[in-house]
């Protein structure tokens, strides 16, 4: 690592040729992947990370660099090349500060924890998942860890350093019958150490997983139609994610490429509409003290009763669209820019109950658990895949149906939103886009779309 | 780097064998916006990783932070990664082929090309797409050169070495009519600077784009439908994992007990060919340093056999096929062998049908294992044999497995994607399609 003065040294030389914002983006990371098949630990492997990114804007043009060689030869090197592309005045980078302090209160660290202990907790999970049913032929069970300890320092003073620890358990189960295959999967995760398992019921979910191959197994290909549907609490909120978390970053809103650029203070949805991305919610899996700017994370409200109320911005965009910083700058590693991107995105619960939106459809489709989805922030239409799904009829819940995939677009479905339950929970995965792959929650209450595009193989209704 | 003193200190350390590889990349990639550049960003990284054995089992390490004290240390973690595996697996390092397939090297020095001439193609790239009277932006216009390195070597006395240098380009094209919008964009893939024409490249983009303009949803009901080469691609790459060896020993494939059996249709021919002149690049071996070798993996309807690695090849008593990469079992150039009919001749013969040039959420929508797949697409209306207009915000769904049992023609139109993957235009019976009324 670089002493604080050759850093300083550094910024200034950045800005020699007339770049208006330097950066340096020093990282250390330290991936552990455990996996159990069946009975046996069948791999562990190990990824360090680590590097360098030097970033200089001008004017909004941005030139980067990085690399994995972290020595102040090469940093020079990387900055010289990098400041010929612009012309201009010298400026000078103010002084760098001291750095705040994060408490990210992780309580049992990865690495102080024993191969044995971990090796131990996912057998004994893979053999909850093997031995629930005799349908179930496969179980694999994974722990990913890793650490990540950064450094960022700007010509605005910005000094900052975060360390961040991340744990994720993978539990997947395969359930076959007469030829028949069904997998299940579910992937929590944490911004904690080994106390994830504390946190989470592993146990309870590694049977779940279990039960839902087998039930799957006799599930019906859902018939293809247009119709309401309940979009159960917790990974539901991948669809506001998809459909609206991608819109309201700076990355399409700068570009006038998303729906939602220039509506802030105007309706793009309906009031039932209450929605937040919040950076800094303990132990959230999408959590950082800091983002990769530096900037302190915090909570911010985007949607409240149907309003729009901000964007997601991160600091050069921010210049562009005349719009104060999120704390929403985020980057894989070293190797991106950072970009304006989501960490924990949330719809706010409401006053329904379950059982009462239920109770309400005449006939729909409850999506009890979604699979991945995507959207083109450009059109706002978004793709979603229902993984476990049950018909409503007559306000009832009867026949499992798979193969369910729900299409729309965000713009319209925000609008289409008439029931808000009051059962906020999250769901955990990696989100990609153009500043790589970062671990985001999603989040949502229950919630009734009045109607939507069900794609399946079932025939016609 | 000194691989050779990093072996015996791994020896020495009591690995009975040692693999180490290298691999050094840089980049440069330029994104034009607005008539200008507005992102220039250059890379060079290098990336060690170490796979030792144990007491009998293999411990893996991967690491960018690279120093001789580093590696001592990394050693120790292989060591001590290779004590927790408990699965009585074979672990092998390569003692090497008795031969290797030649490949033409692509080694043409993109850096050599004047950085003004590849800012001005690329500039040339986004304004001619963005001066286009239907187009209302452009999302992005993106010119990537890379040129990597590898060095396998091990303490079995094999060195190989290989280099690949390639750019690529692409501009996404914001078209909009009325309320309608939607995006297009051609990727083009090239080994030699003179093969980027940006004006083509253009072209090519707008055209798709404006053939877009105007899609209308469909009313729900089954159709035929015509893949174009392209998303039949899509396809069998999301489903090729189900090929490999791995996969039939965790029990993860329906093919499990297939081998010699009829899967697909007779004029289905699934090929794995790491040479073939058409595909992007050509593969003379594999991560362990196997020789890569063209095989077939369907023919004529029957399944062939697994692509395995060398554990997996021991475990099931097989020659090695040659296809470990990035820590598993993957395919090299794979592709359903084409037929004989025109694209044209093909949709002549359907008189109601959709003609799907796009899929997406391919991550989501498909469950590998029960073939199921539902899929967002868009693409075209087929009317009485010839295509009518553009179809978007639909659904197809179906089961890969029966797809590969019910496809009426396959047409000529061979093309391979840059992940690998290759297939014709193909006509399926009849698949879900699901829409919405207006």
Redesign the interface.
């Known amino acids: 690592m670089l002493k604080k003065e050759v850093i300083q040294a550094l910024l200034d030389e950045a800005l020699e040729t007339g770049a208006d914002f330097a950066e340096l983006f020093f990282e250390d990371t330290n991936q552990e992947v455990i996996r159990v098949t069946s009975k046996d630990v069948s791999n562990v492997s190990y990824n360090n990370v680590h590097g360098v990114g030097v970033r200089l804007i001008k004017n909004n043009d941005v030139v980067y660099g990085y690399s994995n060689e972290v020595s102040e030869d090469k940093v020079r090197a990387l900055i010289v090349s990098l400041r010929a592309s612009f012309h201009g005045k010298k400026k000078e980078a103010v002084a760098l500060k001291d750095a705040l302090p994060f408490d990210n209160k992780i309580k049992r660290p990865m690495e102080a924890v024993s191969a044995k202990e971990k090796t131990d907790k996912l057998l004994a999970l893979s053999e909850v998942i093997l031995s629930h049913d005799p349908k179930i032929v496969q179980s694999i069970t994974q722990l990913l860890s890793w650490k990540q300890s950064i450094l960022v320092a700007n010509s605005n003073g910005t000094y900052q350093d975060d360390e961040r620890h991340y744990a994720r358990v993978i539990l997947m189960g395969v359930a076959s019958e007469n030829g028949q295959m069904q997998q299940v999967f579910e992937g929590p995760g944490r911004a904690m150490g080994f106390e994830i398992f504390d946190d989470i019921d592993t146990f309870a979910l590694a049977k779940d997983v279990a039960e839902r191959a087998v039930h799957m197994l006799s599930a019906q290909p859902i018939v293809a139609q247009e119709m309401p549907v309940v979009l159960a609490n917790g990974w539901g909120g991948v669809i506001f994610h998809e459909a609206c978390g991608h819109p309201l970053e700076a990355t399409a809103v700068a570009k006038g490429l998303s729906p939602f650029t220039g509506k802030l203070g105007q309706a793009i949805g309906s009031s039932v509409v209450t929605a937040y991305d919040d950076g800094d919610v303990d132990g959230a899996w999408g959590r950082t003290s800091f983002d990769d700017e530096g900037m302190k994370t915090q909570k911010n409200l985007l949607i409240e009763n149907g309003i729009l109320k901000s964007y997601l911005v991160d600091y050069r965009n921010g210049l562009t669209m005349n719009h104060k910083p999120t704390g929403s700058g985020r980057r894989q590693n070293y190797k991106f820019p950072p970009t304006s991107r989501m960490n924990t995105t949330y719809i706010a619960p409401g006053k329904d109950k379950v059982e009462d939106i239920i109770k309400d459809t005449k006939y729909g489709l409850y999506a009890k658990q979604l699979g991945g989805g995507q959207v083109s922030p450009a059109t706002g239409e978004f793709n979603f895949a229902v993984s476990e799904g049950y018909m409503i009829e007559d306000g009832k819940l009867t026949t499992p149906v798979k193969g369910a995939m729900l299409i729309g677009k965000g713009h319209e479905v925000l609008f289409k939103i008439d029931r808000v339950a009051d059962n906020l929970d999250f769901g955990q995965g990696m989100c990609g886009s153009i500043s790589g792959s970062i671990p985001t929650d999603v989040g949502q209450p229950t919630i009734r779309v009045s109607k939507m595009t069900v794609g399946g193989s079932g025939g016609q209704a | 780097m000194n691989t050779k003193k990093w072996i015996e200190l791994g020896l020495s350390k009591g690995l009975s064998d040692v693999e180490i590889s290298v691999s050094e990349s840089s980049s440069l990639k330029l994104v034009a916006?607005e008539g200008?550049?507005?992102?220039?960003?250059?890379?060079?990284?290098?990336?060690v990783s170490i796979r030792g054995i144990y007491e009998g089992n293999i411990?893996?390490?991967?690491?960018?932070?690279?120093s001789d004290e580093q590696v001592d240390k990394?050693l120790d973690?292989v060591i001590?990664?290779?004590?927790?595996?408990?699965?009585?697996?074979p672990a092998i390092i390569y003692e090497g082929s008795a031969s290797y397939p030649e490949v033409k090297a692509n080694d043409f020095d993109f850096s050599s090309i004047d950085m003004t001439k590849k800012v001005s193609d690329l500039i040339t790239l986004e304004t001619t797409i963005r001066a286009n009277e239907k187009v209302s932006?452009v999302?992005t216009a993106v010119y990537q050169e890379n040129s990597s390195g590898a060095i396998l070597t091990n303490s079995k006395g094999l060195h190989l070495t290989r280099k690949n240098r390639f750019a690529y380009a692409y501009g996404?094209g914001?078209f909009k009519e009325g309320d309608d919008?939607?995006?297009a964009y051609e990727f083009d893939i090239f080994k030699t600077y003179e093969a980027f024409d940006p004006n083509k490249l253009a072209n090519i983009t707008i055209e798709k784009g404006l053939k877009r303009l105007g899609a209308v949803?469909l009313p729900?009901?089954?159709y035929p439908v015509v893949f174009s080469n392209e998303t039949f691609s899509d396809l069998l790459s999301v489903f090729s994992n189900l090929y490999s060896a791995e996969s039939a020993y965790?029990?993860?494939t329906?093919f499990e007990n297939k081998v010699g059996e009829k899967i697909a249709q007779a004029n289905f021919n699934l090929i794995d060919d790491p040479l073939h002149e058409n595909a992007y690049f050509q593969i003379p071996f594999d991560d362990e340093g196997v020789a890569c070798q063209k095989k077939y993996v369907i023919k004529d309807g029957i399944f062939q056999g697994f692509m395995n690695d060398l554990k997996m090849a021991t475990m099931m008593k097989q020659a090695p096929t040659g296809n470990s990469f990035g820590?598993g079992i993957r395919t090299t150039n794979m592709y359903l062998e084409p037929g004989e009919l025109s694209f044209d001749d093909m949709i002549a013969t359907i008189e109601d049908g959709v003609y799907i040039t796009d899929l997406?959420?391919l991550?989501?929508?498909v469950?590998t294992?029960?073939g199921?797949?539902?899929?967002?697409a868009s693409g075209f209306k087929i009317e009485n044999g010839k295509i009518a207009f553009p179809v978007?915000?639909?659904?197809?769904?179906?089961?890969f497995f029966d797809v590969m049992n019910n496809l009426v023609t396959l047409a000529s139109d061979l093309k391979f994607d840059v992940s690998g993957f290759g297939s014709p235009s193909v006509h399926v019976k009849s698949?879900?399609?699901?829409?919405?009324?207006k």
């Open positions: 916006y200008k550049i507005e992102q220039n960003t250059i890379s060079d990284v290098s990336t411990g893996k390490v991967r690491f960018e932070y690279i990394m973690k001590e990664n290779a004590k927790v595996i408990t699965v009585k697996e932006n999302q996404i914001v919008i939607n995006t949803s729900t009901k089954f965790r029990h993860l329906p820590g997406v959420g991550h989501a929508g469950k294992i029960s199921d797949f539902s899929l967002q978007n915000m639909i659904v197809v769904s179906g089961n698949l879900s399609i699901s829409g919405e009324t």
